[in-house]
């Protein structure tokens, strides 16, 4: 008897690929919400103190 080679490699591929510019995406957005330093209102539209960690 001969074996069938199971196929979905490309698929496996394809959605490996999309997993990881999923993840460079994150990556990528969570650097740049890090650095924008947004400035925080109270309810009268003053600015907040702010603790940056």
Known sequence: MTERKRGGGS??????????????IMVVAYQLSRRANPVMLDDQGRPQPTSRS
């Open 11 to 24: 698929y496996l591929m394809v959605f490996g690929l999309i997993g990881l510019l999923f993840i460079g």
